[in-house]
């Protein structure tokens, strides 16, 4: 193994940087930067294109703060999603995993974080009013609580079912058949499909069966 010192600086350069990546250590940074060398003058002048406007393309959408392109995201924008459900997620990471799982058909609302007092993270600080606000226009069914099962994230979860328990609908919580203290966004499909499945009424504490909710069940 090389020692990162001995590369000319512009690739220790791209090594630091690619090392801030999730997931990547110096190691598998030096690799890649050393493939991207190989890489043809087109294909690397694509992929800084494609990091130069990688903010002023990706938005958040105006209405769930899903990523997006356009004003409205495509979920948001999409006649076939079920508009009564609503889950909540942490960040926008959450919905292609949980879109992957396809075990939910409804419209997402993104939070973007989860209570944390400790790091100053108060209900200010997360998109609560906006939440309140699609709340208030009706319509929504079933409030759908999937914050990572960690204990930021089960905090989360009931200070939001307190906040709205006096409005006339479902609340409930994804089951815990992610692993407590796991972060949703690593979460694989099929896990996080079991969990949407078997989500429990926050209201009165029973299990209901997530599928009759979804009408899978007639
Ligand atoms: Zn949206």
Avoid at 60 to 80: D, K, M, T, V
Avoid at 86 to 112: D, K
């Amino acid at each position: 193994m090389s020692n990162i010192s001995s590369l000319p600086k512009a690739l220790q350069s791209l090594v630091e940087q690619l090392s801030r990546l999730p997931g990547v250590g110096k190691r598998s940074a030096e690799r890649l930067a050393l493939a991207l060398l190989q890489w043809p003058d087109e294909h690397l002048g694509r992929l800084a294109e494609d990091l130069r406007l990688l903010h002023e393309r990706i938005k958040s959408c105006r209405c769930c703060g899903n990523y997006s392109e356009q004003e409205l995201c495509p979920l948001c924008s999409s006649s076939s999603r079920r508009r009564e459900l609503l889950c909540v997620v942490e960040s926008a990471v959450q919905i292609s995993v949980i879109e992957r799982s396809q075990a939910f058909q409804g419209l997402y609302h993104v939070l973007g974080g989860k209570l944390s007092p400790l790091n100053g993270k108060g209900p200010q600080d997360l998109r609560i009013k906006e939440l309140a606000e699609r709340l208030d226009q009706g319509g929504i069914a079933e409030l759908i609580i999937a914050t990572s099962p960690d204990m930021e994230g089960e905090a989360t979860a009931h200070y939001l079912a307190e906040e709205f328990a006096h409005l006339p609908i479902t609340i409930s919580r994804i089951a815990s058949g992610i692993p407590a203290g796991a972060d949703l966004s690593h979460a694989d499909a099929a896990t996080l499909g079991l969990a949407m499945h078997g989500r429990r009424n926050m209201k009165h504490g029973e299990a209901q069966s997530g599928e009759e909710q979804l009408g899978y069940v007639r």
